[in-house]
């Protein structure tokens, strides 16, 4: 079955406490994206690869890393996390200029 | 001004109703449009993609204006689980999605 993949679903921290979002695809799509959505925000972009080693800032980018060593696997990285990125992540991927597909979600609880 | 707007709602209309939500964008070299629902807490999912001579999938319809710059889907015959949040995407140079805020739909009996 084609799908994206996140982990965890859900998750409860504490500020500064590293943690690794995952995000896999099996469709073999080069593109990839990392978004998150707040009440009354709706869905902005934190990063975005274009394919393996390429990643690019999306609009809101402070305090998240990302890496893409390879095609299928895009991870969402907090080095210290704070309360004001308590949020719902969203991974999702795509073939170039075609609609994106989104996982699950992650929900993210940062004391 | 948003580069994707859309009448957050909600509407609220009873089953069997026609319900059409509209969504206007800035950027006018943006390259594809497409319609995505998401119920609550969960994922955007596909609905459809917008062409530009219209496009229907049973009981929706899509409409894309290139020189006034909206787009706009046709829903007819409500159903309950129609119910959801409609998010008209946009996509720009560079594979960026530009979402809208979303239109929130109740489907009542």
């Known amino acids: 079955e084609a799908q994206v993949t996140q982990n965890p679903r859900y998750l409860i921290t504490v500020t500064g406490k590293k943690l690794t979002v995952t995000c896999s695809q099996n469709?073999?799509?080069?593109?990839m994206s990392w978004y998150r959505q707040d009440p009354g925000l709706g869905l902005r972009q934190i990063y975005y690869s274009m394919n393996v080693e390429v990643t690019d800032k999306g609009d809101v980018p402070e305090g998240y890393k990302v890496s893409r060593k390879e095609k299928r696997n895009f991870p969402l990285i907090l080095e210290s996390p704070s309360p004001n990125q308590t949020s719902l992540y969203f991974c999702?991927?795509?073939?170039?200029?075609?609609?994106?597909?989104f996982g699950p979600g992650t929900r993210l609880l940062v004391l | 001004r948003k580069e994707v707007e859309q009448d957050p709602g909600p509407f609220n209309v009873p089953e069997g109703a026609t319900v059409a939500f509209n969504c206007t964008y800035s950027?006018?070299?943006?390259?594809?449009f497409f319609w995505y629902r998401q119920d609550c807490r969960k994922e955007p999912k596909l609905l459809m993609s917008v062409y530009s001579s219209g496009n229907e999938d049973g009981r929706f319809t899509a409409q894309l204006n290139r020189a006034s710059q909206y787009i706009s889907l046709l829903i007819r015959d409500s159903k309950l689980s129609d119910s959801a949040t409609y998010l008209c995407?946009?996509?720009?140079?560079?594979?960026?999605?530009?979402f809208g805020g979303g239109t929130r739909l109740m489907v009542k009996p």
């Open positions: 999702a991927s795509s073939a170039p200029s075609r609609a994106q597909y």
């Open positions: 469709m073999n799509h080069e593109y």
């Open positions: 950027n006018s070299a943006s390259q594809s």
């Open positions: 995407v946009v996509l720009n140079a560079g594979n960026m999605l530009t």
